[in-house]
């Protein structure tokens, strides 16, 4: 077995993306069975949309923090439910403006680290908590947070537009290091300002700004492969990815084998034209991060990996939904 097998097989079996496997059936089902499910840039997104009379939309997430981190290491917890729902706001190309908790928890100690991440984390993103729900006898252990933003209505940016021939970049902070609390974390905020962490973020605000994106999702729990794949399928497309491409943005002292699993506190997958990737790379830089180019976008339907003189493929969404339902305005 070569080395791009092993790791189509470590991908398959990886959890952050084996776990998005039943998301085509519950997407349907809403989609399908819910009060207006089928709404424009609502299921799917990393951010739902809303639409008003004026020129910005409200933007709407909800992420939730696995049990094991909140019993074991419950302030990363509650401060992680910040940060992923506020990434997923900027992806959207907007900014954060307010977040709601809910929080469950028997052991009083765990619930104050809970309380003391969140926290850490409103002051961190700037973006204040208005509202929550607490139960402290529950026999779970659970943090659940949603955040809204806005954007204006013409910079929105959505996971689902990447085009033929559209560049896939991933924008990420290369300075920092693995997380405490979770060993495929790459931790870009711990020890930075709230200043510099803005600054970086606020990249995707420039960028949707210019219009000279198609498609953004952060970099989530999947990896930058099972986000890469997610935006792929949602946008109706395929596209090839290039291993080696990635492995130059990895860190010195990570693994790729880890790397292309990491949740990448600070990263985003973008898709671009071609003739905008200088204008691209300029903000990101500005912005005091990296880019790379690790793909390109194409019509076959499949998701592929190369290495060297190899190629395999890693989904085929010609054979049905996989980790996400196309999205029907694609």
């Given at each position: 077995m070569s080395r791009l097998d092993e790791i189509v097989k470590?991908?398959?079996?990886?959890?952050?993306?084996?776990?998005?496997?039943?998301?085509?059936?519950?997407?349907?089902?809403?989609?399908?069975?819910?009060?207006?499910g089928d709404t424009p840039h609502g299921l799917?997104?990393?951010?739902?949309?809303?639409?008003?009379?004026?020129?910005d939309s409200i933007l709407l997430t909800t992420d939730a923090i696995v049990e094991d981190l909140c019993l074991n290491h419950p302030r990363a917890a509650g401060?992680?439910?910040?940060?992923?729902?506020?990434?997923?706001?900027?992806a959207?190309?907007?900014?954060?403006?307010?977040?709601?908790?809910?929080?469950?928890?028997s052991d009083p100690a765990i619930g104050e680290a809970l309380l003391d991440g969140l926290i850490a984390g409103s002051h961190t993103f700037r973006v204040p908590i208005v509202r929550g729900h607490t139960n402290p006898k529950s026999s779970s252990t659970y943090v659940v947070g949603s955040t809204t933003g806005t954007v204006?209505?013409?910079?929105?940016?959505?996971?689902?537009?990447?085009?033929?021939?559209?560049?896939?970049?991933?924008?990420?902070?290369?300075?920092?290091?693995?997380?405490?609390?979770?060993?495929?974390?790459w931790d870009s905020v711990t020890d930075r300002t709230s200043d510099e962490v803005v600054k970086r973020l606020s990249v995707m605000n420039s960028l949707a700004s210019m219009q000279i994106l198609t498609a953004s999702k952060d970099v989530s729990v999947a990896?930058?492969?099972?986000?890469?794949a997610m935006m792929l399928e949602y946008s109706g497309r395929g596209g090839s990815l290039d291993l080696d491409a990635i492995d130059k943005s990895r860190p010195s002292d990570i693994e790729f084998e880890d790397w292309i699993r990491m949740f990448i506190s600070l990263g985003?997958?973008?898709?671009?034209?071609?003739?905008?990737?200088a204008k691209l790379q300029d903000?990101?830089?500005?912005?005091?991060?990296?880019?790379?180019?690790?793909?390109?976008?194409?019509?076959?339907?499949?998701?592929?990996?190369?290495?060297?003189?190899?190629?395999?493929?890693?989904?085929?969404?010609s054979k049905g939904s996989v980790i996400t339902p196309r999205n029907a305005n694609a």
């Open positions: 470590l991908l398959l079996s990886f959890d952050g993306i084996s776990r998005k496997f039943v998301l085509p059936s519950i997407i349907d089902k809403l989609r399908l069975e819910s009060f207006k799917g997104e990393d951010s739902a949309v809303i639409e008003t009379d004026s020129d401060f992680n439910a910040v940060l992923a729902n506020v990434m997923d706001i900027y959207a190309g907007g900014t954060p403006t307010s977040f709601a908790v809910a929080l469950s928890y204006e209505a013409k910079n929105l940016l959505t996971a689902g537009g990447a085009g033929i021939d559209d560049l896939l970049v991933l924008i990420y902070d290369g300075v920092g290091q693995r997380g405490e609390s979770y060993r495929l974390g990896g930058v492969i099972g986000t890469a985003f997958l973008v898709a671009t034209q071609r003739e905008d990737l903000t990101v830089l500005k912005h005091d991060l990296s880019s790379t180019v690790i793909g390109k976008v194409d019509a076959s339907k499949e998701v592929r990996l190369r290495m060297g003189e190899e190629d395999r493929v890693l989904f085929d969404f």
